[in-house]
């Protein structure tokens, strides 16, 4: 595991060096509604310039961080600290871009990623899961990967993503509605 962050992270050295990695502004601060009933914002957006899929997936991560609790001043500071986490993900092979995304109500946050390959993002997921486990709250940590589809497609119309085996288990993943078109500051 620890292998594959590593290679991650010289890679990402490689694309920021390239000037291929970017932070584009187009969702920040907008909300997102999803299907169990929460509101999260995105805080952060980075992407790959140029960075087409030939087998688009969308990977979606949820997780809480267990030593912040409900502390909006930690939150806020996690919220800004967490670019330097960049390389954990920005060199694995396929991917494309991703949305930070946080519930400041619930304290969950969430990642909408885009990826080159569906496979490839179940492989980055098995490895971040073990990762975040460490220092997430107890049964917090999970993912959902939709083959075959677009983020921008999946923000646009949501309804494109097949519905799961029932509703226990799919709410947290899928939106509820298209990205809200005006942005929103947190509290």
């Not at 590593?6 to 601060?29: E, F, H, K, N």
Request: hydrophobic share 45%; proline share 6%.
């Amino acid at each position: 595991m620890v292998g594959a962050f590593a290679r991650s992270a010289v890679a990402t050295a490689r694309l920021l060096a390239a000037g291929r990695l970017a932070s584009p502004t187009t969702y920040l601060d907008r909300r997102l509604c999803f299907a169990d009933g929460t509101t999260s914002f995105v805080f952060r957006e980075t992407a790959i310039r140029d960075g087409q899929s030939r087998d688009p997936a969308v990977l979606i991560v949820e997780f809480q961080l267990r030593a912040i609790g409900r502390s909006r001043l930690w939150h806020a500071l996690f919220r800004r600290e967490c670019i330097l986490h960049t390389p954990l993900f920005a060199g694995f092979l396929g991917f494309r871009s991703k949305l930070w995304i946080t519930d400041t109500t619930t304290g969950n946050y969430r990642g909408l990623y885009e990826w080159d390959g569906a496979g490839r993002a179940v492989d980055y997921a098995d490895r971040l899961v073990r990762l975040l486990a460490l220092v997430s709250t107890r049964g917090s940590v999970r993912y959902h990967v939709v083959p075959g589809l677009r983020r921008e497609a999946f923000l646009r119309d949501p309804a494109l993503a097949p519905a799961g085996p029932g509703p226990k288990t799919d709410g947290w993943w899928r939106l509820a509605g298209p990205i809200q078109g005006v942005p929103v500051r947190p509290r």
